[in-house]
Each structure stands twice: as C-alpha cells, then as structure tokens.
C-alpha cells in the first residue's frame, strides 16, 4: 500500500493523458459526462429510495394495509429505474472503454512497429519479457480497471458526501452515563460507520498485502507458458527432429509449476482474506440494526427510521471501504491488479522511447546521396557490449557492381548487412545510400507471412501488387512451377515449403519488385548449386542493372562477383577485385 503514491499517479496519467488530449477527446469527455451524469442520478434515487424504506416499513409496523399497498406501488418504479440507470451506466462504460482501449491500442501497435522498435527492443536490452501481452492484454486490462476504479471511486464520494449528511440527522444522540453526568454524542451513527469502515479496511490491509506480490506475478507466468507453447508450434519440426518431447514437456511443466505454486499462494492468502471480507460483510447485514435496536426498543425510532438508518449506515460503509475492497478483489477489478498493469506498461514505454532515442541519436549516421554510389566512410561495426567486429570500413559501391562479402562463420558478415540496412545501430560512421532507389535484403531464412502463397510471394506489397501471369512466370523460372497452382491456398507456408523452396520464394519477390539494390545474406545457402546458379543468372538476366551485395561461404559464389571484401580477425578487412 504504502508503494501505491504519486508514482502511480503519474504512471496511469501516463499512460492515459494521450487519449484524453487526442482528437477523440470531446467523444470521450461527453460519454463520462453522461457516465457521471447517471451515477448522481443513481446516488438520487438511491436517496429517495432510502426515505422510502423509512415509510414502507412504518406502514408495516404500524399494520396500515392502505399506506402498504400505496408505498409498494412505488417499489416498481424504483426498480425500473435503478435497472435503466444500471443498464445504460453499462452499456455506455463499455464504449468508452471500446473506444479508448481501440485508440490505446492502435497507438502502442504504432510505437512498436515504428523505427523497427520491435526489433531493437530485443537487441537493445530484452527487459521487456512478453510486449505482445503489454499490447493486448495489459491495455485491456488498464482501460477496463481504470474506468471501473475511477468510476467506482468518484460513485463512493458522492455516495459518502450524500449519506453521511442523512445518517446524520437520522442517528440523533446518543446519551452516555459518565459518573454522575449523561455525554451526549450526537449523530453516533456517523462515527459508529466510521470506525467500523476503518477497523474493516485496516484488518483487510494487513491480512490482505501479500497478495499484491502474487498478483503481480501471475500475468508473467501465464504469458511465459502460453509463450513457450506458440514456440513449439513454430518450431514443431526442429522438435520433432530431435524428438525433443520430453525437454519441452520439462520446459512446460517448469512454466506450469510456476503458475500453480503461485496460484496455490493466491488461495492461501485469499483464504485467510476471505474470513476478514466475508465475516465483515455478513456483519454489516446485522451491525446497523444491533446499534440502533436500543433506540427502537426504547421508542426513539420507529421500525421504518431503523430501516433507512440500517441503509444508510450500509452506503457509509460501502463507500469508505471502497478503496480496500477494491485494492485486493481478485473477481474484479483490482487496484492491486492495477498497479501491477501500470508498472509493466511504463515499463515497456520507457524501453521503447529509450530504444527510440537510442534510433534517433544515431552513432552511425545514415543518409541519402543523389550519387547512384553506395559509400561508406569509417565505419565500425560493434556488439552491443561494445566489442568491435568491422574497423574503420571504407567501401564504395557503384551502380551496377557485384560485391561478395566472405569470411569466418560468426565474425560478423550478417551483422554488416543488417547495417547497411540500418537496423543495426551498434557502432560508428557513416553510410550514404543512393536516394529514390530500392533496396532488398533477403536473409538466409526468409520471413513467410500468414496468408495464401500470393500473400507470402508478394509481401510486403499488397496482394493485386502484380498480376497472375506475371506471378506464375517468374515462379516458373525460380522453379516454383510445381506451386503456381495454389497461390490462393492459404496455408502456414513456412511450415509445408523446404528452406530450399522459401529461398526461391524470396528470388520471386526480388524479381518481382525489381530492387535497384539486392542484398543476398545466404540467400542461397539451401540450394543445390545447379539451382544457385539458375538464381543467380536470373538476377543477371532479370535485374541486369541491380547492384548485388551478397554474403556467402560457397566458393562457386565468387564467378557471379567482381569484388570481394573479406572481413578478417580483429575488425580487419581487405577489399579485391
Ligand atoms: N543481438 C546480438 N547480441 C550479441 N551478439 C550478437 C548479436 N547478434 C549477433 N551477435 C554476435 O555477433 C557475431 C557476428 O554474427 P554474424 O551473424 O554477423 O556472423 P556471420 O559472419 O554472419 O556468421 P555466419 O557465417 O555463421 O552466418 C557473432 O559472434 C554473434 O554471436
């Protein structure tokens, strides 16, 4: 409790403030209106209702059959409208809640994709351990708790402010011999609610403050085990392969474990808070009538004011224990819960604006040249630990030029393609990229979308970005002949084609959209050589004018390059032709 301040504050204002000051904010501002609006009228009947208990029961107690039937013909009208203002309080809650997490949403989904922060997150510092449950679940979350909470908290306000005054007036004083004299207190009731909310609130917070931790947990380990199943799923082959079963029967039992030592932790902390909640729950039915029973037996109250004071006592106390009954509640929303959303969402903002200011002070500088030249100039290419794998490159690459980058596996031959594709950030100088031309790298392992083989052939372009015929012939030539009947089977292509065949896929695409520049890393290394050199001398035939860039180990590679550079021990390089 003591953690839950103005840091909290901030976090969700935070996290908030972009919504409310969006162009959506005069949409939002009026539902609340409206929202706030039924919850006084709400507070309202629940005032005349509580007047009118005090009548209706009189008429009970004083066995008057015509003032009965009279006040029970007003029960139905309560009822419709409590149901009405309940029912549209609802519906209007959850569509600001729609609206506000639709534009949460999309926002984070933006930041995430925006600079490839998606993919520097994880290189930078992977401190943030699942960001898709940041995006989908913990925004859920946040909206929903934080419109429920703050609601519910602002109701409790007026509630108290509204029933603190008639308990006060209903309650009279209550007279206390001491010694020789009487000590009036007057509206006793007041203070009587009073202390028994803060006595209810304190005995929950101490038996109840444990559960935060857990809490805070639980989302983690529900994340990382439906985590580490989508990683089986993609990569169900290389398991089957190694008949890995047992290992990721471990690696999921491990995850499991967690969930229930930790879920085994909730109960028992939510046990013992149960007594503490349950108990105090089930005594405010009674509590109210015990306290003011001395005053109807004596003929102070009547059976009717004993009804309204028992009610009123019941909305004080709902509403100064709101806040502890809403800190730990695991049914509903939680401010524990809350807290613990908030905390992983400004997490996940603070590394995606640390990665994106990290982007945007650039120690290797990346700009565009009217020169159809690709040059760079003093470039180091380091790890993130600072290590360096390329000293001080100079290379300058015309249009047209085939270059080969050779060297040992791991000394850092991909990690230089990833940096002149600029999303490397690791390391100093500068690159010049020839401007209004396009550049298409195509890694050893091509990325294969969901969606039908046109999809995964033209991505990341639309799918009408080419016509059939066209599709169908270069897939031919990349002897993907086999496959042009199924370009609009929808499969998870990834999984059905060979390394081999995603390679030819990726050659499709290359041709397809015609790069000025090709960066080829591997891209051949699952193909037979026959089939290299068809690929190869299709870019020379297809793409006579495109500049290749490639990355390879094979020796046959070095008859389709004039250049050679080759990265040495070190951070050396040498350059030949
Ligand atoms: N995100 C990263 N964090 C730390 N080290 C990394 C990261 N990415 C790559 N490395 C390291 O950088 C070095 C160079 O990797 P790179 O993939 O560029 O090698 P390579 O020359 O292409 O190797 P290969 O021929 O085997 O494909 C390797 O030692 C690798 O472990």
């Not at 609130?201 to 989508?230: C, P």
């Not at 230089?416 to 031309?437: R, S």
Request: proline share 3%.
């Amino acid at each position: 409790m003591q953690k839950y301040g103005s840091k909290f504050f901030k976090g969700v204002w935070k996290i908030s403030r972009g919504y409310w000051q969006s162009e959506e904010k005069w949409y939002a501002g009026i539902l609340l209106a409206v929202i706030i609006g039924l919850q006084l009228l709400d507070v309202y009947a629940m005032v005349k209702y509580n007047a009118w208990q005090n009548t209706f029961y009189n008429t009970i107690q004083n066995l008057d059959k015509t003032g009965f039937l009279q006040y029970l013909g007003y029960w139905p009208i309560f009822t419709v409208v409590f149901l009405v203002i309940e029912i549209y309080k609802l519906y209007l809650q959850q569509l600001l809640e729609i609206k506000w997490r639709s534009w949460l949403t999309d926002h984070y989904l933006t930041g995430w994709l925006k600079k490839r922060t998606y993919y520097l997150m994880q290189i930078v510092d992977n401190s943030t351990d699942n960001p898709d449950q940041r995006i989908s679940e913990d925004l859920r979350l946040f909206v929903y708790s934080t419109l429920t909470l703050a609601l519910g908290f602002l109701r409790a306000v007026i509630q108290f402010c509204t029933f603190i005054v008639i308990l006060w007036n209903l309650s009279g004083s209550l007279e206390i011999p001491v010694g020789e004299q009487q000590v009036s207190i007057p509206g006793y009731m007041v203070w009587v609610a009073i202390i028994y909310a803060l006595t209810g609130s304190f005995l929950t917070a101490i038996v109840g403050k444990s559960l935060v931790g857990l809490d805070y947990a639980k989302q983690r380990y529900e994340a990382d085990f439906r985590f580490s199943m989508i990683r089986l799923r993609e990569n169900s082959e290389g398991v089957a392969f190694y008949h890995g079963e047992q290992r990721e029967q471990t690696n999921f039992n491990q995850c499991f474990t967690k969930i229930i030592d930790n879920f085994r932790g909730i109960m028992a902390r939510q046990k013992k808070l149960s007594w503490v909640v349950i108990l105090h729950w089930r005594l405010t039915f009674l509590f109210p009538y015990l306290v003011c029973a001395p005053r109807l037996f004596s003929g102070q109250m009547q059976l009717g004011g004993l009804m309204q004071t028992a009610s009123a006592f019941t909305q004080v106390e709902a509403a100064l224990t709101f806040v502890i009954r809403n800190y730990f509640s695991l049914t509903e929303a939680s401010l524990a819960e809350l807290q613990a959303v908030v905390n992983r969402l400004i997490n996940f903002i603070d590394h995606m604006n640390r990665t994106q200011e990290m982007v945007e002070k650039k120690s290797i500088e990346i700009s565009h040249t009217s020169d159809a030249v690709l040059s760079v100039n003093g470039l180091n290419v380091a790890l993130p630990n600072g290590e360096l794998l390329l000293k001080n490159l100079e290379l300058k690459i015309h249009a047209g030029d085939k270059l080969l980058i050779t060297g040992a596996s791991g000394i850092g031959k991909s990690t230089l393609m990833k940096t002149l594709a600029g999303i490397w950030p690791f390391g100093q100088g500068n690159i010049h990229i020839p401007e209004n031309q396009k550049l298409l790298f195509l890694p050893q392992k091509p990325y294969l979308p969901l969606g039908t083989l046109r999809d995964v052939i033209l991505y990341p372009s639309a799918a009408d970005s080419a016509p059939d015929e066209k599709i169908r012939e270069i897939m031919t030539i990349c002897k993907l002949g086999h496959l042009t009947e199924k370009l609009d089977q929808a499969e998870n292509w990834s999984q059905i084609l060979s390394l081999g065949e995603q390679q030819r896929v990726a050659f499709t695409r290359a041709i397809l959209q015609r790069p000025e520049w090709l960066f080829l890393d591997e891209a051949t290394s699952a193909l037979d050589e026959p089939t290299e050199k068809v690929m190869y001398h299709l870019v020379q035939e297809q793409l006579p004018k495109s500049t290749v860039i490639s990355v390879g180990h094979r020796s046959t590679l070095t008859e389709y390059h004039k250049l050679k550079l080759s990265i040495e021990k070190a951070g050396a390089w040498k350059l030949a032709a």
